[in-house]
């Protein structure tokens, strides 16, 4: 038992690992996105759905693109599923992924034009759940709810990013994202 009651420090990063396996993750999802949306047609046509009406939306400075999740899952049920999982992780992925593919199929454009951001919408075919019957399981997941909005309360501002500031040694944190969400 000799240096059992030696003083000492230890430590163990178990999160780096799973922060990385998590990144390379969304890395691949993200390619699997754009596959989809630069690549996906109906069987028997050779007429590209989202990546004509991603190029056409732009052009009309229609900034979204609207996708069946029923296309989605016939063109890989396992991200379909992953998408009506986690959508709060998943859409701004998706987000992402269309930007690029909108960057693609819109080139070339002028030297001073911004790319804009792609707002992903989507739609399904599924029988939609009455909100009495919402379980606790559906908290935070993909649900379709059928209904007429009759009232709605007024925008909230949530920042996307802040700057943090020590109050002792001022040392400053520049644009820290914040999640989307309730988190």
Do not use: W
């Amino acid at each position: 038992m000799d240096g059992f009651d030696e003083g000492g420090a230890f430590f163990s990063d178990n999160f780096f690992e799973s922060t990385a396996t998590e990144e390379a993750s969304n890395i691949a999802v993200k390619k699997q996105l754009k596959e989809f949306l630069r690549d996906f047609h109906q069987e028997g046509t050779f007429d590209f759905k989202y990546r004509d009406s991603l190029k056409n939306n732009y052009l009309r400075q229609q900034f979204c693109v609207e996708v069946s999740l029923n296309d989605l899952a016939s063109y890989d049920g396992e991200l379909a599923d992953r998408i009506r999982r986690s959508p709060t992780e998943l859409l701004p992925i998706f987000e992402e992924a269309a930007k690029e593919v909108a960057d693609e199929v819109t080139r070339p454009r002028g030297d001073d034009d911004e790319l804009e951001d792609i707002h992903v919408t989507l739609k399904s075919d599924e029988t939609g759940t009455s909100v009495r019957d919402l379980k606790s399981d559906q908290v935070s997941k993909l649900v379709k709810i059928p209904g007429i909005v009759v009232a709605a309360s007024g925008i909230k501002a949530k920042a996307t990013s802040i700057t943090v500031q020590c109050r002792s040694c001022r040392t400053t944190l520049p644009n820290l994202p914040i999640k989307p969400g309730l988190d």
